[in-house]
């Protein structure tokens, strides 16, 4: 939990959303799940416990995170994910990427796990919404795994995580899942 500014935010839902403000910590797909009053946590709602990735941790790992962009046709893709053990692809909407960029991708998601999560801010990736090349529908069918409600930057945590317990690829798959 975050607790700022008299507000209990769940870790699964918070985020920075300001560099400086004493209200920086917001949750914008759940709002606060309560608040302090006179010192006294009171709760409006609670989340499921997720399932915890083991400690301590087997092995080192690393792993990047590349963001689409408008007119990034995705040339240099392969060498920015190199040299990694997984991969994080903040994607636009509910999980799309430049149709440039699904031959990189694929290529990544045999080699290691590629998670895709959306760059909005709030909201969840998509499963079965569009079809067109470089669609959630499209990524999945190539190997890629949806974060579901996690932004990149949670996606990019919990593959680490996962990656350094040494996960097997259908845990990895699993733990995505239950988001």
């Not at 040299?83 to 903040?90: I, K, P, T, W």
């Not at 799309?96 to 796990?113: F, G, N, T």
Request: with cysteine; net charge neutral; charged share 20%.
């Amino acid at each position: 939990m975050v607790v700022m500014a008299d507000e209990i935010h769940a870790a699964r839902y918070v985020r920075k959303c300001h560099a400086s403000s004493p209200a920086a910590f917001a949750s914008p797909a759940a709002g606060p799940m309560g608040t302090l009053i006179e010192g006294t946590p009171r709760f409006s709602f609670t989340t499921p416990r997720p399932r915890c990735v083991q400690l301590p941790f087997a092995r080192q790992a690393r792993v990047s995170l590349v963001t689409a962009t408008l007119g990034d046709d995705g040339e240099d893709l392969a060498e920015r994910f190199e040299h990694c053990d997984g991969l994080v692809v903040a994607a636009f909407g509910v999980g799309h990427v430049p149709e440039s960029w699904v031959p990189a991708l694929e290529k990544a998601a045999r080699q290691m796990p590629v998670v895709f999560a959306s760059r909005t801010g709030a909201g969840s990736t998509a499963t079965t919404t569009y079809g067109f090349p470089g669609s959630e529908r499209d990524l999945l069918q190539r190997g890629l795994i949806a974060a579901g409600p996690l932004d990149p930057f949670k996606a990019r945590i919990l593959l680490l995580a996962l990656l350094r317990a040494d996960a097997n690829p259908e845990d990895i798959a699993a733990a995505f899942g239950q988001f």
